[in-house]
């Protein structure tokens, strides 16, 4: 099993509607990350959060929200998904030693 | 704030070609430096990172990057390239107040090797 696992791989969801991606981690890491990736900008941070009391916004929350439901799942919400929010999402871990591990990322249009 | 700039966007190279990709960043401070591959289809890989000591970083396949901290650089090199080293590379920082652990990334350089 993948050490940082995003559920779903691909999604297609229509201008409007609320769509939660999952990220779910066995590596024993008190920080998770989620990041954005666009052609041409790179990853960029939407959220992170230290343990589940400590959530902190990274430079694009906009239209963004997270739940940390334990120290192993950090979810990330689109309230109401609009088209330029089509992007690749990634879910990061980072531990003392290790680094960062990245999950697979979902794939998210919205139309 | 800090943000990291790679200047090459999409390098096309035969096989057997030398790879320099730049990547400069802008913070004074103390920072870790990291390079990451993401092939067609996959999640990143880390490639290599510099904390500290040696300037030059050996990472996986055969690649390197030299930190230069006068020229606020941290440029990856390999000297032969293959045709599996397709794929996106990024350039990434991690440094300032806070140890929040923040990645701030490149926007990214496209390499095409060509068989």
């Known amino acids: 099993d993948a050490d940082v696992t995003q559920t779903p791989r691909n999604r297609i969801t229509k201008t409007g509607k609320r769509i939660m991606l999952e990220c779910s981690q066995t590596k024993g890491h008190d920080r998770m990350y989620w990041y954005r990736q666009d052609p041409g900008l790179g990853l960029r941070l939407i959220y992170y959060s230290f343990d589940v009391k400590d959530i902190n916004k990274g430079e694009i929350s906009d239209g963004y929200s997270v739940s940390r439901q334990a120290q192993a799942k950090f979810s990330l919400s689109l309230e109401s998904a609009i088209p330029n929010q089509t992007a690749l999402y990634f879910c990061?871990?980072?531990?003392?030693?290790?680094?960062?591990?990245f999950g697979s990322g979902t794939r998210l249009t919205v139309v | 704030a800090q943000s990291v700039s790679q200047h090459n966007h999409h390098v096309i190279l035969s096989e057997a070609a030398s790879l320099e990709l730049g990547c400069n960043y802008s913070?004074?401070?103390?920072?870790?430096l990291f390079w990451y591959v993401q092939y067609p289809g996959q999640h990143l890989q880390l490639l290599l990172k510099y904390f500290s000591g040696d300037p030059l970083v050996k990472g996986i396949k055969g690649f390197e990057a030299e930190f230069i901290k006068s020229k606020f650089s941290f440029n990856l090199r390999k000297p032969s390239v293959q045709w599996s080293d397709t794929a996106e590379y990024f350039c990434a920082v991690n440094g300032g107040s806070g140890n929040t652990g923040k990645l701030i990334f490149g926007q990214g350089t496209t390499l095409q090797v060509k068989p």
């Open positions: 990061a871990t980072l531990g003392p030693f290790e680094g960062y591990t």
């Open positions: 913070y004074g401070g103390t920072v870790n």
